[in-house]
């Protein structure tokens, strides 16, 4: 995956250090860390960083 390249977020998705993401709500960030208990924490461009759920199975 280039570096320059944004996935479209998705809640049952994991996700890496340093991806980009495009959130439908939020729009472009880049993900700064892998929490505990499926969560990352992204930092959006518009609107600093926010807590998102990622790889959940429902």
Do not use: C, W
């Not at 320059?4 to 991806?19: H, L």
Request: glycine fraction near 8%.
């Amino acid at each position: 995956m280039q570096a320059t390249e944004t996935r479209e977020y998705s809640m049952d998705q994991r996700f890496q250090i340093g991806e980009m993401i495009e959130h439908p709500f939020f729009g472009k960030g880049k993900v700064i860390a892998n929490l505990k208990k499926g969560k990352i924490e992204v930092d959006f461009e518009k609107l600093g960083v926010r807590t998102l759920v990622s790889n959940y199975k429902a």
